[in-house]
């Protein structure tokens, strides 16, 4: 994990930067849910990520207040996303699913119920589109934001 001042929690099955084991298999038709939330502790001021693979999500570690200054009372920005790395050399490897996003669901990989969950614990579903970067236009993609949820993903074997 290369996450300075992360804090994992006792048990923690995962860390930021980990590779999520297994992935859905779009064939057989058996498809894997990740579910992500980061949470800002009111009494002691850290963000917690809480962490669910198909089931609820369980808390894995905290950053602590003391690493922020903005974030001390409240964040005014987000961003969430995939990437794939591969030496300039070779080939990547499937973003997602492997999919294009425009193969859609059931093929394609997806964020769905994307909410921000606010101080008082309501959380409210992300319906309008957000700033997109791709570096690589021809191998990998996402699309708008549509209903809190949104497609992306690409196949192996880009170059750079």
Request: a negative charge.
């Amino acid at each position: 994990m290369d996450c300075p001042g992360f804090i994992a929690a006792d048990g923690a099955v995962v860390t930021p930067g980990a590779i999520i084991h297994p992935v859905s298999d779009v064939k057989g038709g058996h498809l894997q849910n990740v579910t992500l939330r980061v949470i800002k502790d009111d009494k002691t001021g850290d963000w917690w990520v809480y962490y669910g693979f198909n089931s609820v999500p369980t808390a894995v570690g905290y950053y602590p207040m003391s690493l922020f200054t903005y974030l001390a009372e409240k964040a005014n920005d987000f961003s969430f996303g995939a990437f794939v790395y591969a030496e300039r050399v070779l080939p990547t490897p499937a973003m997602g699913s492997g999919f294009h996003p425009s193969d859609g669901k059931g093929r394609a990989a997806s964020f769905t119920d994307l909410c921000l969950i606010e101080q008082d614990g309501k959380s409210n579903p992300i319906m309008t589109d957000l700033p997109v970067y791709v570096d690589n236009k021809k191998c990998h993609s996402i699309t708008p934001i549509v209903q809190a949820k949104c497609f992306y993903g690409g196949p192996a074997g880009c170059l750079s």
